[in-house]
């Protein structure tokens, strides 16, 4: 199994561009989530899906859009880029709907907006 | 709303030390409690959980955690550290439903 991967591993846009990041796991998980990284914080929760065709938002989902059509992929779109959302991202997924259940995470997209 | 603190940012320390990492959380009532783990250059992963039950949690890599409910508190500790434990460590919460709630993190190095 690859595990989680996400695509791509570096990026650097310009503000007011879209641009979408992917997330894909080969493990038949439910649940799959987004979030971000910043210096000196936590992880903040952006988007999650606790199955194809349901998703719902976290604790800082503005300027984020994510669909998810198939178990396997879960993107992440940016709508319009600002400074404020340069950081790493990082997907997660488990294999039922209860954090009870280990997350696996990707290795990360590191993403600076100009 | 439910917070976590890690209150160290960064740990040094000489292989052989022990360790004890801080974790506390804000709010009350059932949690479920978590320490993560990144390794240099590596994905996150999970180094052990609490539900219910033994408030002291046994991990991977000889790693363990007591959760001490009226403190608030799920410490992460290990007797003597390697080099290899280099990494930075993640405590998180989460009270059910499907969010979890992450701490800043603590950088642990470990000098040979």
């Known amino acids: 199994n690859a595990g989680v991967t996400q695509t791509p591993k570096f990026q650097v846009l310009k503000t007011g561009q879209s641009m979408t990041l992917q997330c894909a796991q080969d493990m038949n998980h439910e649940y799959m989530s987004w979030y971000r990284q910043d210096p000196g914080m936590g992880l903040r929760l952006i988007h999650y899906s606790v199955g194809a065709g349901i998703t719902d938002q976290g604790e800082v989902p503005n300027g984020y859009n994510v669909s998810r059509s198939t178990t396997e992929d879960f993107p992440l779109r940016l709508l319009s880029a600002a400074p404020s959302q340069t950081s790493v991202y990082f997907c997660?997924?488990?294999?039922?709907?209860?954090?009870?259940?280990?997350?696996?995470f990707g290795p990360g997209t590191r993403l600076t907006v100009l | 709303a439910q917070s976590v603190s890690q209150h160290n940012h960064h740990v040094i320390l000489s292989e052989a030390a022990s360790l004890e990492l801080g974790c506390n959380y804000s709010?009350?009532?059932?949690?479920?409690l978590f320490w993560y783990v990144q390794y240099p250059g590596q994905h996150l992963q999970l180094l052990l959980k609490?539900?219910?039950?033994d408030p002291l949690v046994k991990g991977i890599k000889g790693f363990e955690a007591e959760f001490i409910k009226s403190k608030f508190s799920f410490n992460l500790r290990k007797p003597s550290v390697q080099w290899s434990d280099t990494a930075e460590y993640f405590c998180?919460?989460?009270?059910?439903?499907?969010?979890?709630?992450w701490g800043a993190g603590t950088k642990l190095i470990i000098k040979p």
């Open positions: 997660a997924s488990s294999s039922g709907t209860s954090l009870s259940d280990t997350q696996y």
């Open positions: 609490y539900f219910s039950g």
């Open positions: 709010y009350g009532g059932t949690v479920n």
């Open positions: 998180a919460v989460t009270q059910g439903g499907y969010q979890l709630i």
